[in-house]
């Protein structure tokens, strides 16, 4: 083990994908060896990682054997008909997708938030919803501190938590406004260039779509805190990377705004930039490359009882994405859970 | 009278200056003739309006003699300067500027909600602020229906909202962006291109800005409901023209979306467009050159007792600012608050 361990990463070549390959190797995770898959149309390609070059290879039932960890970000379905071959080749699987975060078997983990629930993971551990990892890492300290009983959350999400594609949209209906023509969604039900988009993901019966049904959901889970009233509106902006989130919350005691600055500051994870006189505030466009939690704008609101509001800005597909499956490996890797599970079966075995 | 009202608009070149003259003819206001007024440096040039050219003449204090109606949108100090001497010289001032809008002698207007609050007014009202009408023309019915208590609001603004140098700097970083070169800013504290900026206007020792205070104190003087609490996060976002806003409303009694939906597709001023299996709810850039308020995602919330949401979007130049101006004219014309003081104080005594 002293040489590391054998990871794969499923949906290698998609954004996220490629930011885990990096994240990787910029934290020092003691990687063995690293195999990347993809779907049957990418592989034979090739990635660079950490100087050189590896085949993209088909993501297939029978591709996991010999693997200790699995990053997954390929989305949902093939999270389903993948991660479970995967663990039962002997594998740890973290998995970006939707398809097992609200599983009462698998832990849903936030480092920051609740690295303890790594423990007792049957295999698959979920890596969750981008807006919500950045709400979470701001909030759980003053949850802890003060107890959070009502959130108020607006998105402004950018177009890189739809990937690729999204980014290519976006720039290309740029270019098409800027030469007058039309512009034509294809990612987004409407156009995004100089518009906003009021939904992410389908919606519910209750008029709710499931990316706001994912923040109510998954932030209860997390924090361990499943009467927490929760309330989001989530938005697609014309941004390139990095979501942003207006949040209001009422607390069961009385917090002020330097206190909470003082709880924020001494959180991991979370970086307090906050001062107005200065027009100093996150904005999404600086943190694009960032790994923490950005925040500012923290002041008092007489809506709720003990009400505070803030400003939180995170790199979507950073922390909100491959940093925090990283992170979750690296959570498992200390406590000694990442070994090969089979191995470690047939080394029990004797 | 049956020939109409000699009207001035003063910050004619600006973006709303321009949008008021145009909204006059539009609807048909009974113009006998229109002045044009903006600072030394535009005097001179000349301004297309209804087949004819008007030159522009410098703003002075002199300039009101023979004026009905002045239609101020030259900024706060503009008005405080020349707004007096307007109503001195005999005309009625409808100001889009915030000079005067809390001052307590002082109607703050919009037609849907608070018309009657033109028949007390000294010479000058006051135009609200563009998030704010929006807002309230949503709302007002709702809280006649059903009282309401609370809100949050958090916008998504667009650069129109700063006249044409916001639109110019968001262009302008557009195309440094596509060069590959630094964005720099002027017009606003941070770039704008693919980015948001959560401060509009400067900030108040409280930690919110004025635009958000605007929002909280408009909107209670504007609906005579002091006792409303409101929170507001004001962002200024890489949108060109119109504003949005996800609105969280708690309300004395009960009222579900539909009913929500009844009481709005009643309202004046209101177009209700939330059908979300088809993706139907109103995005900045559709409502571009409309005069009414576009409410959509109309649903419960759990977060607030009697809670529900909406997503709001208008056109912040016309019923934000021009059109809101114009349906004020139009109220005082109704109510024969129009005549020239000074003439109708020359006819009482004979």
């Known amino acids: 083990m002293t040489q590391g361990y054998r990871v794969a990463i499923v949906g290698a070549t998609g954004l996220v994908g490629r930011t885990m390959a990096t994240v990787l190797c910029e ?29 993209v290879e088909e993501a297939r039932p029978d591709a996991f054997a010999d693997i200790d960890l699995a990053l997954f970000s390929a989305g949902a379905s093939t999270s389903r008909e993948l991660a479970p071959a995967a663990v ?31 423990a007792w993971n049957k295999g698959i551990i979920a890596n969750p919803n981008c807006s919500t990892i950045q709400m979470v890492v701001a909030l759980d300290p003053l949850h802890r501190a003060r107890g959070i009983r009502r959130i108020v959350v607006d998105t402004y999400q950018s177009v ?7 980014v290519a949209e976006l720039r290309e209906q740029v270019a098409q406004d800027a030469a007058g023509v039309a512009l034509t969604p294809n990612v987004y039900p409407h156009p995004i260039a100089f518009n906003l988009v009021p939904q992410i993901d389908s ?43 207006a949040v209001h919350v009422g607390f069961e005691r009385p917090i002020t705004p330097d206190e909470a600055r003082e709880f924020l500051r001494r959180a991991p994870g979370v970086i307090v930039e906050d001062d107005p006189s200065r027009s100093i505030y996150p904005t999404p466009r600086d943190k694009i490359g960032r790994d923490e939690v950005f925040v ?17 800005v995170a790199d ?30 047939n080394v029990v075995r004797g």
Chains 1, 2 share one sequence.
């Open 203 to 245: 919606f519910l019966p209750d008029g709710s779509t499931k990316e706001e049904a994912k923040m109510v959901n998954e932030t209860r889970k997390i924090m361990h805190a499943p009467l927490i009233k929760v309330i989001a509106t989530t938005v697609r902006v014309p941004v390139l990377c990095a979501h942003s989130e």
């Open 27 to 55: 934290r020092h995770f003691p990687v063995r060896s690293l195999r990347m898959f993809a779907s049957a149309r990418s592989a034979g390609s090739s990635l660079e990682w950490n100087g050189r070059s590896i085949v």
């Open 296 to 312: 500012g704008r923290i002041r008092s609101n007489d809506v709720f009882e003990n009400g505070l509001s803030m400003w939180i």
């Open 160 to 166: 890189g938590g739809t990937g690729n594609k999204g």
């Open 88 to 118: 039962a080749a002997g594998a740890i699987v973290v998995d970006n997708s939707s398809a097992w975060r609200m599983d009462p078997d698998i832990p849903l983990v936030v480092p920051e938030v609740n690295p303890d629930d790594v």
């Open 316 to 345: 979507n597909i950073r922390k909100g994405a491959a940093t925090n499956a990283v992170q979750i490996a690296e959570e498992l890797a200390r406590r000694g859970l990442l070994a090969n599970r089979k191995e470690r079966l």
